[in-house]
Every structure is written in C-alpha cells, then in structure tokens.
T-cell receptor
Framework: KAGVTQTPRYLIKTRGQQVTLSCSPI?????VSWYQQTPGQGLQFLFE???????NKGNFPGRFSGRQFSNSRSEMNVSTLELGDSALYLC????????????FGEGSRLTVL | EDQVTQSPEALRLQEGESSSLNCSYT??????LFWYRQDPGKGPEFLFT???AGEEKEKERLKATITKKESFLHITAPKPEDSATYLC??????????FGAGTILRVKS
C-alpha cells in the first residue's frame, strides 16, 4: 500500500517568489492536513481539507493557502516568500476528518534565499 | 491557549537501560493525546492514541500512559533502533493537533 507522497522533496526559492507543493494521500483517505516544521517552532498546523472543503485553519498569514481536488490530492501554495518560510512542509492523510491518527509523508524541504 | 511541553529535550541511554519521556499538557476539552516517532529526514509515524486518564497502550518496548495533566512514554530495554525523536500532540476543541517540541532519544549499544 503506497504511503503519502509529497513533491517536490527539495526546492530552493528566493524571497518574493511563490511556491506550490503537492500531496497525494493514501488511497481511500479523504482528509489531508498540512504542517510546517522548523527547528525553532516545531510542528505547526497549517490547514486541513476534507472532501475538497477546508475544515480547519492554523494561525498563518493569508500568504499560505491550499486546496483539495476531487481525487483527494492536495496542494498548498505560499506566495511572496520570506526567509522565515524556510521549513519542512509535511502533508498527512487520514480516512476521516478531525482525527489525530495521521499518516505523514516525508515532506517537502523548502529553502528561501 | 493549548500547550504541550516535552521533557527532557534529549536523552541518551545505553542499550537495555529503561527510561520514560514526559509530555505535560494544558488544554481545554482534551479529545485525544497522540504519540509519534520521527526518524531523521522522515515524517512522523503514529504510535499511540490516549483518550482519558488511566488509559495505557503498549507496543513492543513502548508503553504510553496518561493522567489529567501529563502523559509518559515508557521505554523498556531500548535498542539502538529505538533512537528517534518522539513527539507528543494533543487534540482539543477545534480539532487541530498541537505538537510538543519533541524528545530526541539516542540509544547506544
């Protein structure tokens, strides 16, 4: 059974650019959550999608956005990148929404120069 | 505001030396407490869910317990392959997970 797949695994951007990250959940999982992981702040919740609807949102600026498609695949976008956006972005999937039992991907490592 | 504090930040054990990791939490309306393991360069891997004080869960050399204010992850006779960062998270009203900073465990043979 394939796990959660995130692409790209690594990317380098410059300040002011935008970036789109992709996540394919485990087959049959309809909920996708996104987290940001940094050494200073740890794991922080960005948002959760279920059946193409955003169910929950963390305390991040509007530059961070996401969406979910009908096949449950999800994308997140960060516009006008700042140096502080450098982080590991983790996607997690689950069969249902509002559960803490998540299956994480290996993440997309974003470096902003 | 929901808060999760894990201690110690780092722990070094000899193979076979049992110990415990602590997760203290402050949350309104706890819906669940979760333990994850994260290896370097990987995403977190789910280990346990605990819902209420007194509950215990076990898996191989790991045992998780919970009280009204904290949870413990007990590691019995650890092996080098147990080396990882162990993360604790709580789910409260609003459903999002709030993670602690983690405990980095290193087990030497």
């Amino acid at each position: 059974k394939a796990g959660v797949t995130q692409t790209p695994r690594y990317l380098i951007k410059t300040r002011g650019q935008q970036v789109t990250l992709s996540c394919s959940p485990i087959s049959g999982h309809r909920s996708v959550s996104w987290y940001q992981q940094t050494p200073g702040q740890g794991l922080q919740f960005l948002f959760e999608y279920f059946s193409e609807t955003q169910r929950n949102k963390g305390n991040f600026p509007g530059r961070f956005s996401g969406r979910q498609f009908s096949n449950s695949r999800s994308e997140m976008n960060v516009s006008t990148l700042e140096l502080g956006d450098s982080a590991l972005y983790l996607c997690a999937s689950s069969r249902t929404a509002n559960t803490g039992e998540l299956f994480f991907g290996e993440g997309s490592r974003l470096t902003v120069l | 505001e929901d808060q999760v504090t894990q201690s110690p930040e780092a722990l070094r054990l000899q193979e076979g030396e049992s110990s415990s990791l602590n997760c203290s939490y402050t949350v309104s309306g706890l819906r669940g407490l979760f333990w994850y393991r994260q290896d370097p360069g990987k995403g977190p891997e789910f280990l346990f869910t605990l819902y209420s004080a007194g509950e215990e869960k076990e898996k191989e050399r790991l045992k998780a317990t919970i009280t009204k204010k904290e949870s413990f992850l007990h590691i019995t006779a650890p092996k080098p392959e147990d080396s990882a960062t162990y993360l604790c998270a709580v789910q409260a009203d609003g459903n999002k997970l709030v993670f602690g900073a983690g405990t980095i465990l290193r087990v030497k043979s």
